[in-house]
């Protein structure tokens, strides 16, 4: 395209200087570098930057292109927002990543509200008006679909966030009659956001439509997140992620920024195909995970015994520490359990002496594993383990047979047989890991009392060549250091 052509297609869009719009087109392409950089653990340090670039060129080129009515205020809020930023960045553990993401969304949903409602209350500075005095349509619908979804955003992540962070049950908690519920309110929604597009007179009336979509956006946020359960919390983060992307990019069509339209369509489209890779992963529709989450179901578990009339094996570090040495390859599979006690160190210190003694030792990451995708790839790098050694599920799976130790820390669901052999159980389908095959199994848990987010017993726990090792994940592991070392 052409100078001239990009200067008419400039005017066409608010009169924006061409040279703005090149600058948004090299945020855009910052953009997509950061989401390609981040698609891999070795790449994400050059991710994260691109991104920081693509968000300083917008941020300036905004304020450069827009007429500000107090850029020391906006210099002071940007100042304290990075402080703040850093300042959660730098003290945030990384078992409370997927609470501090689902925090972040909030604050995405809430500034879309935010600046939905700036722009009904002040048509003219943001330039929706038309030649009678009144919001366009157009912008009516942007506004109406903006406040809606950045308001689901919100309170959806408030109730992600709760739950994540352990001040709110994790289980899912059911209303009676919510499918008609939610159904219910997300057509009113779009019932009053079509009656808002088509009324021109203005007034309380018109002031009431919007007050009564933001309250029933906020509501249906909560109503659809807190029926999820905690192993369908990988979807709901990405699910979230879309939504405040959506949210961007209806108030960039409001506003006239290309940036924040091409940032929203980003960030959007990228969390819906993450929220299906992750659905894929788990054998579960988006719309199941909406209507509740694993354990639901009155009665969901597994069909076997009660656990404690099971018999198993339990052993303890030395007995893990000898088998370990003597195996000539060794899969790691971890799990949130390795996140909640802080394992990642000490489970590197163990496989780096393994392979000081000859063992070949790789890691096993399944993709819902965590409390966020790439919870596990995340916590590995902040060990250092080699990238390298680290192992999807489909370019792993097939090793287990040659195995000679299966080694799994604070995982449960994710190893699961009974997602392949028992149909009633509620994880059936879903794409686990075949530890069964592996030649000796240890299962590092805290005690045979609790079950995986899906709420089901494992059969792994009592196979001939499962020894499990009952106790706190860091602790148990550095004594299997101290009895190698």
Not at 133 to 136: A, H, N, V
Not at 284 to 293: E, Y
Not at 460 to 474: G, P
């Given at each position: 395209m052409s100078f001239d052509l990009l200067a008419a297609a400039a005017d066409g869009l608010g009169g924006t200087p061409a040279w703005a719009m090149l600058a948004y087109l090299a945020a855009g392409v910052f953009f997509i570098l950061a989401l390609r950089g981040?698609?891999?653990?070795?790449?994400s340090r050059a991710g994260n930057?691109?991104?920081?670039?693509?968000?300083?060129i917008a941020l300036v080129t905004t304020l450069v292109t827009h007429d500000i009515a107090n850029i020391v205020e906006i210099g002071i809020a940007i100042f304290l927002g990075a402080i703040v930023g850093v300042t959660i960045a730098r003290k945030i553990a990384m078992t409370a990543m997927p609470e501090l993401v689902a925090g972040f969304h909030s604050l995405v949903g809430l500034a879309a509200v935010v600046v939905g409602l700036a722009a009904w209350l002040n048509p003219g500075a943001f330039g929706i008006l038309d030649a009678a005095?009144?919001?366009?349509v157009v912008s009516r619908i942007e506004l109406g679909l903006g406040i809606a979804i950045g308001a689901i955003t919100f309170s959806g992540s408030v109730i992600a966030f709760l739950k994540l962070s352990g001040r709110m049950s994790g289980s899912p908690i059911l209303l009676p009659a919510r499918h008609i519920i939610n159904l219910g309110t997300l057509a009113a929604i779009l019932g009053l956001i079509a009656v808002y597009a088509m009324s021109g007179a203005g007034g309380p009336g018109e002031g009431m439509l919007i007050v009564w979509i933001t309250l029933l956006a906020f509501a249906i946020g909560f109503l659809l997140i807190i029926p999820i359960g905690?192993?369908?919390?990988?979807?709901?983060?990405?699910?979230?992620?879309?939504?405040s992307g959506w949210a961007a990019a209806a108030m960039g069509f409001t506003l006239g920024n290309t940036a924040m339209i091409i940032t929203g369509a980003l960030v959007g489209s990228s969390g819906a195909i993450l929220s299906y890779i992750m659905c894929k992963a788990m054998n579960?529709?988006?719309?199941?995970?909406?209507?509740?989450?694993f354990g639901a179901e009155d009665g969901a578990g597994g069909s076997g015994e009660p656990r404690e009339q099971r018999p198993y094996k339990q052993g303890s570090a030395d007995d893990a520490a000898f088998m370990l040495e003597q195996a000539e390859k060794v899969i790691v599979i971890p799990g949130y359990g390795m996140a909640v006690a802080q394992a990642q160190h000490a489970l590197r210190e163990m496989c780096d002496l393994l392979e000081e003694k000859g063992v070949e030792v790789k890691f096993a990451i399944h993709p819902v594993a965590g409390r966020m995708p790439g919870h596990m790839n995340v916590l590995l790098a902040e060990a250092s383990v080699d990238y390298d050694k680290v192992f999807e599920l489909e370019d792993i799976n097939s090793e287990f047979a040659t195995a000679d130790v299966a080694f799994i820390i604070g995982a449960n669901d994710v190893v699961n047989p009974a997602a392949k052999t028992?149909?009633?159980?509620?994880?059936?389908?879903?794409?686990?890991?075949?530890?069964?095959?592996?030649?000796?199994?240890?299962?590092?848990k805290r005690s045979m009392g609790g079950v995986g987010y899906a709420g089901v017993d494992n059969d792994?726990?009592?196979?001939?060549?499962?020894?499990?090792?009952?106790?706190?994940?860091?602790k148990m592991v550095e004594e299997i250091v101290k009895a190698l070392d």
């Open positions: 981040l698609s891999s653990p070795a790449t930057r691109n991104g920081m670039i693509g968000m300083a005095g009144q919001i366009l905690g192993a369908d919390m990988p979807v709901v983060v990405s699910m979230l992620n879309s939504y579960r529709s988006f719309i199941s995970v909406i209507a509740g989450g028992d149909k009633s159980s509620p994880i059936y389908g879903m794409p686990v890991f075949d530890v069964d095959k592996a030649k000796q199994v240890f299962f590092i792994v726990f009592y196979m001939d060549q499962t020894v499990m090792l009952l106790s706190d994940a860091k």
